[in-house]
C-alpha cells in the first residue's frame, strides 16, 4: 500500500472545503450583534474616493462607516432632520 503524501492530503481537504463553501445554507446565518436591527446602505464611487476615504480615515483615525455616520448627520442636519445616524 503506497503511503499517502501530504499534497494529497491537503488536495483533498481543500476539495472538500470547497464542496462545503459551495451548498446552500439552510436555516439562520450568523448576524453579528452590532448588526441586528441595522440595515446596509450600498454605494459605489471611483476608486479614487475610496482611497482618499481611507486615507482621511488613517490620518483621523476613523472608520469608514464612522465618517459615513458623521457626513449623513451632516447632510440631514442640513435638511432640517435629527441627526439621527
Do not use: C
Request: charged fraction near 25%; glycine fraction near 4%.
Amino acid at each position: 500500500m503506497r503511503k499517502k503524501s501530504l499534497a494529497d492530503a491537503l488536495l483533498r481537504e481543500v476539495k472538500s472545503t470547497v464542496v462545503e463553501a459551495a451548498r446552500p445554507t439552510t436555516g439562520s446565518s450568523y448576524v453579528a450583534p452590532v448588526r441586528i436591527g441595522k440595515k446596509a446602505v450600498t454605494v459605489w464611487f471611483e476608486p479614487d474616493v475610496v482611497k482618499q476615504l481611507k486615507l482621511i480615515g488613517i490620518e483621523q483615525g476613523m472608520t469608514i462607516q464612522d465618517m459615513m455616520a458623521e457626513s449623513l448627520n451632516d447632510f440631514f442636519a442640513k435638511h432640517h432632520k435629527p441627526q439621527i445616524a
